[in-house]
């Protein structure tokens, strides 16, 4: 979702708001925008497409100025163009907005009969010309930007400069992320710690509703009634270098590739490598609690469901899990002795926070599976777990999934022995298992590359794909289709295998590739059969196995990738991998934007 950077500085800032708006691309963007104030003049440069194009502009005609705002723009309301592109000016108002004016219509409304005139199809329009009409009314700045704020009403994060005040930015929040960056004699705001960390590594995180008066001397932050709050300065462990690609075509194949290392990292940290047991995680007594509710959205629920499978196994704990942007409106009954588990990358996904806060208004204790520590989800949580991915670029996620799994599975086991249903020989063959999995994930991605990256010229051929899974690799077949179809942009459909009959069948001919995730577990046999149906229609089969598969199955195939057999508990993670490659290649070979497919963002700051 949209990226936002400010600086009230000592030196000219254009450049330097690119370059923080490169470390904002990950979320995800259709247009970029830059406005400075020099000697008095509000200007600005907006391009429609990626950064490169505003970078263009700015070589040719340089914007001067030593205090700025900028954007990184992904389309809600109004087309994505330059016109719509932010900042937005209104009589000397220059304003950047991530979020949604829900009110946005009627205050247009308002605002056209009492004479105003606007320039774009956006609702962040509507936010510049309240300030400029209040302004113009004889309100400072300051009464003006509460005025705005008691007058609009949605999910933004706001952040506003007024020409004839060269030397301050305003920003206010209420919904998605914002954060002060505190420097020496000089002040920044940006949509994460990640776009301030060249510049400082103290932060103040603003809450919801507070708004933020920054000179180049420190900011005051203050409510909507006007007054003053307190917010900690905290230091931020955002990484202060620029992630590149390294030797890698594109983020997503570096981040596939990372898997095998992050994942390490991610299981040192709940699991003790020399007893093979679980580390006492605090903050959840899982043996307290008589059910447990999970919410994410889309890979992120896709791991959540994993995790259903396997508290329900190990733990015998009963899980509810919905995605979020339906969890928190069918009002689940919900009482305090259950616990609810939220899981996001980036911690900041509004439905998913949501609905947090509905299970903490019901008196749950709430813990938070993310990426970000320092989010707005970890920061509301009772418990954070988090899944040490490090930065993820790609907005089709893949270490973030993974990470997940390996997360999931460790307290799946650390539940199962605090309720007494894992043994402690249990526990350690299951440790042993996680353990082991970034060796063999690593032989994985050596061995099976150039086998999919052939396959994936063919699969490219074809409109729509079919995936079959069982069990935890049910999960991985919806996970395979989202893939694809966010990638490549093939249309995709993943069931559960036993599900064929019921509908999906009618779809198979010698046209419809029906990709088929099946290790030899307590499924195989069923998984079989259901093979065996797409045979008989002539549906073209690539079957995804283990060595133990493979020699079981003999159907013909249009291909058959074969894993090194291993664990249930850990073949959710190692069968991910054919599945993201195989979207990978495919989308590589149709030449599609691979880390930045069309209309999706990274993080999904609005409903």
Not at 10 to 33: C, I, T
Not at 317 to 343: G, H, K, W
Not at 397 to 402: I, V
């Amino acid at each position: 979702m949209c990226g936002i950077v400010g600086i009230v500085g000592n030196e000219p800032v254009a450049g330097r708001l690119v370059d923080a708006l490169k470390r904002l691309e990950y979320r995800g963007y259709d247009s970029a925008g830059v406005a400075t104030i020099d000697h008095g003049v509000l200007d600005r440069r907006r391009a429609e497409g990626k950064l490169y194009n505003l970078e263009h502009k700015l070589a040719g005609d340089p914007l001067p100025g030593t205090t700025g705002i900028a954007h990184t723009r992904w389309a809600t309301h109004g087309i994505p163009n330059e016109t719509n592109a932010h900042p937005h000016f209104v009589d000397g108002v220059a304003v950047v907005h991530n979020g949604i004016i829900e009110n946005f219509s009627e205050i247009r409304d308002e605002l056209l009969a009492d004479g105003a005139t606007f320039a774009s199809q956006t609702d962040t329009e509507v936010v510049a010309q309240l300030l400029a009409k209040y302004t113009r009314e004889g309100l400072s700045h300051r009464d003006a930007m509460l005025k705005m704020l008691n007058r609009v009403t949605g999910a933004y994060a706001l952040v506003v400069m007024f020409q004839d005040d060269p030397d301050t930015i305003m920003g206010a929040l209420f919904g998605p992320p914002l954060a002060i960056g505190w420097g020496k004699g000089e002040m920044f705001i940006g949509s994460d710690a990640i776009a301030l960390a060249p510049f400082t590594n103290e932060i103040t995180y603003l809450l919801d509703g507070d708004c933020a008066i920054l000179t180049k001397t420190g900011a005051e932050i203050i409510d909507h009634a006007g007054k003053p709050v307190a917010r900690q300065r905290q230091i931020t462990q955002a990484a202060a270098f620029m992630v590149d690609k390294g030797n890698h075509r594109h983020f997503m194949e570096k981040e596939i590739h990372e898997q095998p290392e992050v994942i390490s990292h991610a299981l040192s940290h709940y699991v003790d490598f020399t007893t093979n047991k679980v580390t006492t995680q605090p903050g959840i007594d899982f043996a307290a609690v008589r059910s447990l509710a999970i919410s994410a959205c889309g890979t992120a629920y896709l791991a959540g469901l994993t995790g259903k499978y396997w508290f329900e196994r190990y733990a015998r704990l009963p899980v509810e899990i919905d995605v979020a942007s339906e969890f928190r409106y069918r009002e689940m009954p919900l009482s305090p002795d259950q616990a609810a588990l939220f899981i996001s990358q980036s911690g900041e996904t509004a439905d998913t926070l949501a609905s947090l806060r509905y299970c903490k208004a019901e008196g749950l204790k709430i813990g938070a599976v993310v990426n970000v520590k320092e989010s707005t989800i970890a920061r509301e949580s009772d418990a954070v777990f988090p899944i040490l991915a490090g930065p993820e670029i790609g907005v089709a996620s893949t270490k973030a999934f993974t990470c997940q799994l390996a997360v999931l599975a460790a307290l799946s086991v650390a539940a199962g022995r605090a309720r007494g249903t894992v043994s402690e020989a249990e526990e350690i063959a299951l440790v042993k298992s996680l353990i082991e999995m970034p060796r063999i994930m690593n032989r994985v991605l050596n061995a099976v590359q150039p086998q999919i990256e052939n396959l994936a010229r063919d699969l490219s051929r074809y409109k729509d794909v079919l995936y079959l899974g069982r069990g935890t690799s049910y999960p991985l077949a919806l996970e395979g289709a989202l893939k694809l179809k966010e990638i490549s942009y093939i249309h995709a459909e993943g069931y559960a295998a036993g599900e064929l009959k019921h509908g999906p069948i009618a779809l198979i001919d010698e046209n419809m590739p029906v990709i088929v995730i099946a290790p030899h577990d307590r499924f195989f046999e069923k998984t079989i059969s259901n093979m065996q149906e797409v045979a008989a229609r002539g549906g073209k089969i690539i079957f995804i196995t283990d060595e133990k598969g493979a020699a079981a199955s003999k159907l013909a195939t249009m291909a058959t990738i074969v894993l090194p057999n291993v664990d249930e508990i850990i073949a959710p993670m190692v069968f991910a991998l054919p599945i993201q490659l195989l979207a990978y290649h495919t989308a590589v070979f149709m030449g599609t934007d691979v880390d930045q497919p069309r209309n999706l963002a990274k993080s999904v700051t609005v409903e």
